[in-house]
């Protein structure tokens, strides 16, 4: 595996997650608004995408909106860096083909799940900071629990200090399984709709192969992922007692019940809307650099 892959794969996310940062903002928000509340029973500051968009511009400033920036972007380094780069071996290795030389749709998945397994994994700090960081709002349009972090490495600091190492590492097991389904669904079908459009002559352009590829990709994911990145934020943003428990929920499983229990399956898919509007522009865009990235590298030969 070249080295590059690893790095290319990074850079590739982070110059997407630029772009897509102020609607993952909104989406945490979303799913943190009437926590464990029945429906209609609770304050809602946000009550669509766009008009949550301008309620937070308006409360927290425009820069409300990039909220969490940072560890979002190292998060995406390290994930991505892990899965691109895991997969990409993989298929220079062939063992993405089937006996027809084709990419096999259940070996994209594999690989691309094991990628996120990885990748999620060593990422999970980032995504625990990231989601305290973008719930912290003003008074009258907090939602969940809020953690009074200045930055990233204060967040950082008072988590080590409060709860030690494992601390850091509160809710993975919930970041690997949302990690793992979306990671297996968008590489697999990205490389499935590239190889489908590619060979029955729809899309012959590079460029425009990757974008429309990446924007199926994108599509599949939002429909899979949901209720478990609803579970992922909400285990990350609870608040904990003196031993590091969670003050709301004891894991994956009590966190379904009760959310269930509360607010029914509705509230399993809260962020339905803005998943799907950052998922298809997000695959779109990193799949695309990440396409583009390895182009240029063997256009001038940049192998190490």
Request: proline share 3%; net charge positive; glycine share 10%.
């Amino acid at each position: 595996m070249a080295t590059s892959d690893f790095v290319l794969g990074g850079v590739a996310a982070m110059g997407a997650g630029v772009f897509t940062n102020p609607v993952e903002v909104i989406k945490t928000r979303i799913q943190l608004q009437g926590e464990l509340a029945a429906r209609g029973s609770h304050a809602q500051p946000y009550k669509s995408v766009f008009q949550a968009f301008v309620t937070v511009a308006k409360n927290d400033g425009i820069l409300g909106l990039q909220k969490g920036l940072a560890p979002a972007l190292c998060f995406q380094f390290v994930i991505n860096s892990f899965r691109l780069s895991i997969y990409t071996h993989a298929v220079e290795k062939g063992w993405v083909h089937n006996n027809k030389g084709e990419i096999s749709f259940a070996k994209g998945m594999f690989w691309g799940a094991l990628g996120g397994v990885v990748g999620s994994y060593c990422a999970s700090p980032f995504f625990l900071i990231k989601t305290q960081l973008q719930a912290q709002a003003a008074k009258q349009i907090a939602v969940g629990y809020q953690h009074q972090h200045a930055s990233m490495s204060d967040a950082i600091r008072k988590i080590y200090r409060k709860n030690g190492v494992f601390g850091l590492w509160r809710g993975s097991l919930a970041n690997v399984s949302r990690a793992t389904v979306a990671s297996a669904v968008q590489i697999a079908v990205f490389g499935q709709a590239k190889s489908v459009l590619k060979e029955n002559g729809v899309v012959t352009h590079p460029t425009i192969l990757s974008f429309c590829s990446g924007l199926a990709a994108g599509s599949f994911v939002s429909l899979a992922i949901t209720p478990l990145d609803v579970v992922t934020t909400r285990l990350y943003n609870q608040g904990v007692d003196a031993q590091g428990r969670g003050i709301y929920y004891r894991g994956w499983l009590d966190c379904v019940l009760k959310i269930l229990r509360s607010e029914g399956i509705y509230g399993l898919y809260k962020g339905f809307w803005p998943i799907y509007l950052r998922s298809a522009p997000y695959s779109t865009l990193v799949l695309l650099f990440f396409d583009e990235l390895i182009a240029l590298r063997e256009k001038y030969d940049l192998h190490y």
